[in-house]
Structure formats: structure tokens, C-alpha cells
């Protein structure tokens, strides 16, 4: 049993009369009344109203400071709200939901707008499923529309279709997918099949063959139908002489809101399915650029899509360009002392940092350069660049490598040509001639150490290659000179 508590006393002490009964344990109600009482002395008087059981617990706590127990009686049961009130209560949530869906009414719609806003993930915004949808589906390689995407399973043999070794039925092996939505802006749909599914395959034609369809199938009231659902099903196609899995024929439409996960032949008068008879052809969905493949090879010629690790002394022969084509080719294992050449189809052209002809070649480990087709027929470079190594500089003249020095070399590195080594001239102070394609497009000169003469000379290079070191008889030193080709 629940009792209020009637306690009266005066009114400056009512905040400590009600911290005090509070402290006690007594629900100290907010209704105060003074009721113009006043004492004898002219006091105002004030109630206090608590909820408890324990009358004379109440009444001592607040009896220093001048309050007594006035009355007490039992606290009616609430009764259940009215229908009336009930229904004002509906209507007051109506008015809410009214009110912020008023409050959105200057936002363009989220689907058709110029401009979507708010943008998905704001903090403090809320999303409906399908901005959601297209958000993630934006790092997956994107379909014929904005908002769309391909569509296809996760793994290497996710829902693989196989036969489940007698009678009309397939198997699909656990796995996932995304679905992608028929409507423009639908976004795609992550699915998944989490153990082994058996599906009937319909009784086949006793005259003619017949080609099946399996799907994985969203449905989606918002878009299409009145249900929310995925499914995998088989459609049962059209009995058609000389339907095969090469050329379809009578194979059923393409469901709304699906990816195909593969073929299924019906032979006429067959009684059980097997592995010949199916066709998988669901492909990995893949993000959003779509990625190279790998290859390790020797020499060959590349194809769109390739990353190509190519053996030292193998030649890479490239395509025929087309614009956005993407080829990637670098230098595999440990270095023979032969580049790998990458040279052209055609007499294509390949554009690069201090390259403009129809081969290069990469000379160094780990070397790698990614090529794209242009719009104008050619390939260029849009990363690393050229690299030769340090090849050997030819010596003319009777020109030596000076012993205990290093070898004279030159390295092509982009756009720019770089000499190590020393050079014992003879009777010409011409002393090596540097190759075509390494050559600067006009004189430079540049400075090296003349070891007898011990002073600096001038290296004059030419238009030819001619390396002239300025003196006869003498050793020069080439270590950190560069040029630049353009």
C-alpha cells in the first residue's frame, strides 16, 4: 500500500523540509500550496505532499523545522488513459512526424535530384537503404549507369553450380555476391548463400534440349513487386532443337534485380544433370579500377589488362594502343646482364619521360613502368620510366678503361644519361662515342678530373656521342657526370 503524506509548516523552510524528507527516502511530489494560511504570528504556511508508507518516519524528520502532519490517505491505483487520451496522444506523434517530414521538404528527392544532400554519411543526418547501397557499391566496379554496378560473386567459386551426382537437380556451393539493381540509381545488393543449396531442375523435353538459367535474386518492393527477398532459383527455359551451352537458344529473359550464376543444359529425355552439362559463368566483382592480372613470363606479347613480370633478356612486344588500355610490365629475378625490351606492334609510338620512339628497356631489378593507350594511337608512360642499368660505354681511339678505376659506364635513367668509370685516352682526346638514343639533343660540357694533368678538364659530348676529354694520353674521370636528353 502507497500513502501521500500531507505534512504543513512554514513556508521559508519548505526547501530544507524537502531535502530533509527526500534524504529519508520519501518521493517528495512538485505540488506546493500555501493556500494563504498563515500562523499565529503571521507566518505563511505551506503543504508538502510525499509519497510512503511510514507516517510517523515523515513526521519526525520535518518536525525541527516547525512542520506537522496535516493528513495522509492511500494513493489511488492510475487508471489506464482514456480513449480520448489515447488518441490524442496518436495524434500529437502524427504531428511530429508531419512536422520533420515538412522540415525536409527542401531537400531535392534522393533519387532524381540535381543534387543529392545531405551527402551520405553526414553526422548528423540519417540515410534511406539506397544512398546507403550506393555508397559502398561506389567501390565496386560501376555498370552502365551512375549508381549501377556489374554485379557477380566475391571468390573464385562462390555459388559454383555442380551437379549432385544423380536426378534432376544442381547444387550451389555456399558463397557470396552482390547483386546489382535493375533501376538506374538502385545501387547493388550483398547476398549470400550460407551452406549448400539443392535446386529442382524441371522435367526434361522428351524431343528437344533445353537451356536453364540460374540466379541469384533480390526482390525489393520499393523497385519492383511486394516482396523483400534473396533467392537463388532456377529459370526454366524454352525447349529449342539444337540448344546447346554455346548458343543458348531458348534460353529464358534476364530476371529483374539478379546476376546470372551460370547455364544449365537440359538434354531431351534426360533423367539427371551432370558436370558437362553446366555452365558457370558468374566472374568476380571487382573494385572500382579494375585491377591488373599477374603474369611471370619470358618474351610475349601483352595484352590489355596484364601486370607482366618479365625475365631478363626477354622482350615484351606491346598491342596495338587503344584508348584506356593498361599494361604494366616489370623486371622479374636477379639481372643477367641483358635488359628486357619492350618494344611495340606497328611502329606504335611509346611516350615517356626522355622517351619518344617505339622500344625501351629496363636493365635494373625491380624495374617496372605501367603504359595506357591514348587517344592518338600511342602508349604512354604514366609510371617509373625508362631504365637501362649501367651498360658498358664503347671506347674508341684506342681508348682504355684506366685500371683500378671503374669500368666506364653510362646508365639511361627517364631523361637523363649518367657516366661512372675512367678513361685513359690515346693519341686523340676523343675517347668513347656514346649510342643512339643516349646522346644529347645539343652540345654539353661538362667537368672531369684529368689524373696526370691532376686538374679539371673540360668532357665536351656532341650531338654524335663523341666524348671529348680535352687531353691525349691522360685518364679522366667520369664518375658523377650527367646530362640531361631533353
Avoid at 306 to 329: E, K, R, Y
Avoid at 350 to 357: M, P
Wanted: charged share 10%; glycine share 12%.
Amino acid at each position: 500500500m502507497s500513502l501521500t503524506i500531507v505534512l504543513s509548516g512554514p513556508k521559508a523552510a519548505n526547501t530544507q523540509a524537502r531535502t530533509a524528507l527526500a534524504s529519508r527516502g520519501f518521493a517528495v511530489t512538485d505540488n506546493t500550496h500555501d493556500y494563504g494560511l498563515r500562523a499565529e504570528g503571521g507566518e505563511p504556511q505551506e503543504f508538502i505532499h510525499v509519497q510512503g508508507d511510514d507516517i510517523d518516519a515523515a513526521h519526525a524528520t520535518v518536525v525541527p523545522l516547525g512542520y506537522r502532519l496535516t493528513l495522509h490517505y492511500e494513493t489511488p491505483e492510475e487508471s489506464p488513459p482514456s480513449i480520448e487520451q489515447q488518441l490524442r496522444t496518436t495524434l500529437a506523434e502524427y504531428e511530429r512526424r508531419i512536422a520533420a517530414l515538412e522540415a525536409q521538404a527542401e531537400r531535392p528527392p534522393m533519387r532524381g535530384g540535381a543534387v543529392e544532400s545531405p551527402a551520405w554519411a553526414n553526422q548528423n543526418s540519417t540515410y534511406g537503404a539506397e544512398q546507403t547501397r550506393r555508397a559502398i557499391s561506389s567501390l565496386l566496379l560501376r555498370g552502365s549507369s551512375i549508381g549501377s554496378i556489374s554485379g557477380g560473386v566475391v571468390g573464385a567459386g562462390d555459388m559454383a553450380i555442380t551437379p549432385p551426382g544423380s536426378g534432376m537437380s544442381i547444387n550451389i556451393a555456399p558463397g557470396e555476391c552482390w547483386v546489382p539493381g535493375t533501376a538506374a540509381t538502385q545501387g547493388g545488393y550483398y547476398s549470400r548463400v550460407a551452406s549448400t543449396s539443392n535446386l529442382a531442375i524441371a522435367a526434361s523435353d522428351p524431343a528437344n534440349p533445353r537451356i536453364d538459367r540460374v540466379s541469384a535474386i533480390v526482390t525489393d518492393s520499393a523497385y519492383f513487386g511486394a516482396t523483400n527477398t534473396f533467392a537463388v532459383a532456377v529459370e526454366t527455359g524454352t525447349p529449342t532443337a539444337g540448344a546447346n551451352l554455346a548458343n543458348l537458344l531458348g534460353a529464358p529473359g534476364f530476371p529483374d534485380n539478379s546476376v546470372t550464376l551460370g547455364w544449365v543444359l537440359v538434354p531431351a529425355g534426360a533423367s539427371s544433370i551432370v558436370s558437362g552439362d553446366i555452365s558457370n559463368i558468374a566472374t568476380c566483382v571487382t573494385a572500382g579500377i579494375s585491377p591488373l592480372s599477374p603474369i611471370t613470363t619470358g618474351s610475349t606479347t601483352a595484352q590489355d589488362g596484364q601486370w607482366i613480370s618479365a625475365t631478363f633478356g626477354s622482350t615484351v612486344t606491346l598491342p596495338t594502343p587503344t584508348p584506356g588500355a593498361l599494361i604494366a610490365i616489370g623486371t622479374a629475378g636477379v639481372y643477367s646482364g641483358t635488359p628486357v625490351t619492350v618494344t611495340t606492334t606497328g611502329g606504335a609510338l611509346i611516350r615517356g619521360v626522355g622517351l619518344s620512339g617505339t622500344s625501351f628497356v629496363l636493365g635494373t631489378p625491380a624495374a617496372q613502368v605501367i603504359l595506357a593507350g591514348t587517344t592518338d594511337g600511342a602508349w604512354e608512360i604514366i609510371s617509373g620510366q625508362q631504365d637501362t642499368g649501367w651498360v658498358t660505354l664503347p671506347l674508341i681511339n684506342s681508348a682504355t678503361a684506366t685500371a683500378g678505376w671503374h669500368t666506364p659506364v653510362y646508365r639511361i635513367r627517364g631523361d637523363r644519361v649518367e657516366l661512372e668509370g675512367n678513361v685513359t685516352t690515346s693519341g686523340s682526346s676523343i675517347g668513347a662515342q656514346l649510342p643512339a638514343g643516349a646522346r644529347p639533343s645539343v652540345q654539353v660540357e661538362l667537368v672531369g678530373w684529368a689524373s696526370v694533368a691532376n686538374t679539371a678538364k673540360k668532357v665536351i659530348i656532341d650531338t654524335s656521342g663523341n666524348i671529348n676529354m680535352s687531353l691525349a694520353g691522360d685518364s679522366i674521370s667520369l664518375d658523377g657526370l650527367w646530362f640531361s636528353l631533353s
